[in-house]
Each structure stands twice: as C-alpha cells, then as structure tokens.
T-cell receptor, first 113, second 114 residues
Framework: GENVEQHPSTLSVQEGDSAVIKCTYS??????FPWYKQELGKRPQLIID?????GEKKDQRIAVTLNKTAKHFSLHITETQPEDSAVYFC????????????FGRGTQLTVWP | EAQVTQNPRYLITVTGKKLTVTCSQN?????MSWYRQDPGLGLRQIYY???????DKGDVPEGYKVSRKEKRNFPLILESPSPNQTSLYFC?????????????FGPGTRLLVL
C-alpha cells in the first residue's frame, strides 16, 4: 500500500515569513494530493489540492507543488499570519488500492506575531 | 445546509459494552469513510465505502464494523470496545470520481473506553 511521510512535525515561523511543509509518497500510481488544515478542536478542512497532471497550483497565499519523478509534494504558505497556526495534513489517493486515502502524520504550524 | 453529522459527540463507556457511532450526510455523496485521530499518528482510515453495500478496510479495521445500507448513513460499530480504541473519530464523505474527492468531515466523536 501507499506510505505518506510528512515533515517537519512542528514548524514555528514569525508572522510574515513563509512556511513550507513537505510530503513524500511511495505509490507512483497515486494521482490526487489534498492538503487539510485542522484548527484546535475543529474538524479537518481542505485548503488546497493538486492532481498528478499538474505541477503547481496556487490559491492566494497558499501554493502546492508536485514532483512526480521524486514522488514528493509540498505546501507553501507565504506572508504567514497568526490565524495560519494549525495542524496541516497532507494526503494521497488514487493509487493501487482504489478508494484508500492515506494521510501524513501532520505538521503543527505556529505563527508568532 | 450541506453537512456531515455524527452522534454522539462525546462518549464514555466500559470495556466490552457494544456501541454505535452514527454518521449521516446530506450531500448525496457516494464515498464515506471513518478515521481515527491519535496524537502523533495523524488520521488513520478505519473503513471506507465507495457506495451502498460496498465497504472495505482501511489501515486499522480491527475491532470495528461498518455497514452501508443507505447512501446517507455509515455507522461505525464497536462490538466489544477496548481501552486502545479510546480516540477521536471522524466520519467524512465525498463525491466519487474514480477516487475519493474533497473529504467533508463531521464534527468528530471523542470516545473514552475505561
């Protein structure tokens, strides 16, 4: 099956700086890579996703890049704000086991004012 | 309002006492799934369903059962709960377009097994 690894597990940045979270995956057949944000005590919510036929996708301050050859994808947050503080999860699906969705272990992002 | 609902939100029980956590969605989604969230382990898939009467195992199915008799409901059953099933549980649903799409999560059920 698929194995998704996420780094770092914790990340602290100053407000206004950029933050980058990286994930690697093992199943070259995976083709859908979403990112979820979970604020304290809340449910995870999708913030951005990318499919294997696209190398990069942006939505305002958030961007995701995908390198299929190296089997890794990254979340980039620019001009970070305190409200970006949350746990971020990457995930992968569409691989050899149809219907499975594999999550990374999460990154606790703290943005200091 | 489009939503995924779970009940109960909080549950304290004792080892061996059967329980069911309900999950319902009103978005006509084909795909539904259960996850458990434990500190440092992220979200692990327990069971998923690609449509009515179609269910399959995820990462951690041991000790759990599910059924999908109707499109909108996907209950999670713990026949004989044990303390290692103490966790935060999320139900989620999505469209199915050859694979699961954006997951819409329920509010979560916090379970403590004594």
């Amino acid at each position: 099956g698929e194995n998704v690894e996420q780094h770092p597990s914790t990340l602290s940045v100053q407000e206004g700086d950029s933050a980058v979270i990286k994930c690697t995956y093992s199943d070259s057949a995976s083709n859908y890579f979403p990112w979820y944000k979970q604020e304290l005590g809340k449910r995870p919510q999708l913030i951005i996703d990318i499919r294997s036929n696209v190398g990069e996708k942006k939505d305002q301050r958030i961007a995701v890049t995908l390198n299929k050859t190296a089997k890794h994808f990254s979340l980039h947050i620019t001009e970070t704000q305190p409200e970006d503080s949350a746990v971020y999860f990457c995930a992968a699906s569409g691989g050899s086991t149809l219907g499975r969705l594999y999550f990374g272990r999460g990154t606790q992002l703290t943005v200091w004012p | 309002e489009a939503q995924v609902t779970q009940n109960p939100r909080y549950l304290i029980t004792v080892t061996g006492k059967k329980l069911t956590v309900t999950c319902s969605q009103n978005m006509n989604h084909e795909y539904m799934s259960w996850y458990r969230q434990d500190p440092g382990l992220g979200l692990r898939q327990i069971y998923y369903s690609m449509n009515v009467e179609v269910t399959d195992k995820g990462d951690v199915p041991e000790g759990y059962k599910v059924s999908r008799k109707e499109k909108r409901n996907f209950p999670l059953i713990l026949e004989s709960p044990s303390p290692n099933q103490t966790s935060l549980y999320f139900c989620a649903s999505s469209l199915w377009v050859g694979g699961p799409e954006t997951q819409y999560f329920g509010p979560g059920t916090r379970l403590l097994v004594l």
